[in-house]
């Protein structure tokens, strides 16, 4: 179905619709990428855009690595709700991992010196997140939110 609307400045212009599960005539999205296209409702593939609105203040995480060559939990083991970020203060890579204890490869996630680490708005870590580095008293900073 098409709904007809016109202003006093512009000719009649067709706005795509259809019903919802309740039979009110609703407007059909228009994805983005479609410019001059055919409009498509909303969907799992054609979802509307969400921004995350419900973040909540960073807590800190920062400090040093205790022990060298061994993986150390950050945020004492506390899972962050909408995500995190490391920064490596050091000299040396850091290495961070939400899904076990991190290592030097495998499924950790290297930071260089200087480099910052940072998930998406809205990302659940698999776990609580830990980080390994190779000599004790490299310095790292660390928020969750």
């Known amino acids: ?37 055919v409009a498509a409702p ?8 969400v921004i995350n609105a419900a973040g909540s203040a960073a807590i800190d995480g920062s400090g040093t690595v205790v022990t060298g060559g061994m993986a150390q939990p950050i945020f004492a083991g506390v ?5 995190f970020l490391v920064a490596n203060n050091s000299s040396a890579t850091l290495y961070v991992s939400d899904v076990g204890a991190a290592t030097a490869g495998g499924a950790s996630i290297p930071i260089a010196p200087g480099a910052v680490f940072i998930t998406p708005s809205g990302y659940k870590p698999a776990g609580a997140i830990s980080l390994y580095a190779s000599s004790t008293g490299q310095s790292f900073a660390a928020r969750r939110w």
């Open 1 to 37: 179905m098409t709904l007809l609307v016109k202003d006093a400045n512009t000719t009649t212009q067709s706005i795509s619709t259809q019903t919802d599960v309740a039979g009110n005539l609703v407007p059909v999205h228009v994805p983005a990428a479609i410019a001059g296209g």
């Open 79 to 83: 899972v962050p709700v909408n995500g």
């Open 42 to 49: 909303v969907g799992p593939t054609a979802p509307l855009p």
